[in-house]
């Protein structure tokens, strides 16, 4: 496993950083035995950085974090979200405002806390943070000081996906108490390799891109047929966005070549090559997708040409992103 530098923070962590989003049943039912093998397997094979959220299956993703990390606690990094009213509104806390400051956060922090099993978080990260909280300097002397007290290491946000989260992006690296941008990067959205990764390196903030299999899109498992659970989050994507992107999908086929066996592989390659991301967030759902996950991280980078080929196929599409941006955001 490679470990790349994490911003400033001194931190060395693994080029894959452990997705637990789909442990929580937000993206179908997960069997809890599974979900610990899992993390498990992601311990084994190098893995040392977890992403987790409060909100995931409503506290639950966090519960088998802290099950699976009991007795490696020291050797993980842990890295979880805030800002949902997932307590109080349940599966309409997405319609509700989120909340990133005062008591709401010191509440979130303590719960995150008890059900990680830890007295300390790594990266604590507010969940897609809207533009007027990056730009307040009172929150981040407010979150500063969360991290003064000790409770958490380091304060991060996630961001919207591509060109919707790059100003944000850029925004959130301004500031000296920032650890960490987390925003989508994939073969379906580019453009922030090319102004906000290169930015937020060089503030010496880490940057943790999400969604290199396009929530599915880029792996080939769906088809125009294909239909997702009624609890599934991508039930909702509108159906002329899906056919576009699924379509734009398939024009990279051509990386399906030498060692890349899939249409996964290729995605994750991808991202992997990029060498200004500290890690790339991916879930995975079985100890036998974490093995072949790390299998294309010790792959290393794709060659200039074939970066060049992708980047020239991206640029010559009319649309890139998704045309609904807070349905990839969850």
């Known amino acids: 496993?490679?470990?790349?530098?994490?911003?400033?923070?001194?931190?060395?962590?693994?080029?894959?950083?452990?997705?637990?989003?789909?442990?929580?049943?937000?993206?179908?039912?997960?069997?809890?035995?599974?979900?610990?093998?899992?993390?498990?397997?992601?311990?084994?094979?190098?893995?040392?950085?977890?992403?987790?959220?409060?909100?995931?299956?409503?506290?639950?993703?966090?519960?088998?974090?802290?099950?699976?990390?009991?007795?490696?606690?020291?050797?993980?990094?842990?890295?979880?979200?805030?800002?949902y009213q997932w307590q109080e509104y349940r599966e309409e806390c997405g319609r509700q405002p989120r909340i990133y400051s005062g008591q709401f956060v010191r509440d979130a922090i303590e719960g995150s806390l008890r059900r990680l099993g830890t007295d300390y978080i790594d990266l604590y990260q507010a969940h897609n943070c809207p533009p007027e909280i990056l730009a307040s300097e009172e929150w981040w002397?407010?979150?500063?000081?969360?991290?003064?007290?000790?409770?958490?290491?380091?304060?991060?946000?996630?961001?919207?996906?591509?060109?919707?989260?790059?100003?944000?992006?850029?925004?959130?690296?301004?500031?000296?108490?920032?650890?960490?941008?987390?925003?989508a990067y994939h073969l379906l959205s580019q453009n922030p390799s090319r102004v906000a990764f290169p930015f937020m390196k060089d503030q010496g903030v880490g940057v943790i891109s999400r969604g290199p299999l396009a929530m599915g899109l880029l792996t080939g498992a769906y088809d125009e047929d294909t239909v997702f659970a009624e609890n599934d989050t991508r039930k909702v994507w509108h159906r002329d966005d899906y056919l576009r992107r699924l379509n734009q999908a398939r024009e990279f086929d051509f990386l399906v070549e030498g060692p890349v066996t899939s249409k996964a592989d290729a995605a994750l390659r991808f991202a992997l090559s990029n060498r200004d991301l500290s890690t790339v967030l991916v879930g995975m759902q079985t100890p036998e997708q974490v093995e072949q996950n790390v299998r294309v991280a010790e792959m290393g980078s794709y060659g200039v040409d074939q970066l060049q080929q992708i980047a020239e196929l991206y640029d010559s599409w009319d649309e890139h992103e998704s045309k609904l941006p807070d349905m990839i955001k969850k």
């Open 141 to 183: 002397a407010e979150m500063g000081q969360l991290v003064q007290e000790g409770k958490i290491r380091s304060v991060g946000v996630t961001v919207g996906p591509g060109d919707f989260g790059t100003p944000d992006a850029i925004e959130a690296a301004k500031h000296p108490e920032c650890g960490s941008v987390m925003i």
């Open 1 to 83: 496993m490679e470990y790349r530098e994490f911003g400033r923070t001194g931190w060395k962590v693994s080029s894959l950083m452990m997705g637990t989003m789909q442990f929580g049943g937000d993206w179908g039912d997960q069997d809890d035995k599974d979900s610990v093998r899992t993390l498990h397997a992601a311990l084994d094979n190098g893995i040392n950085f977890f992403d987790t959220a409060d909100m995931y299956g409503f506290g639950h993703a966090e519960e088998m974090v802290g099950e699976a990390v009991r007795g490696r606690r020291d050797k993980v990094y842990i890295a979880t979200k805030f800002g």
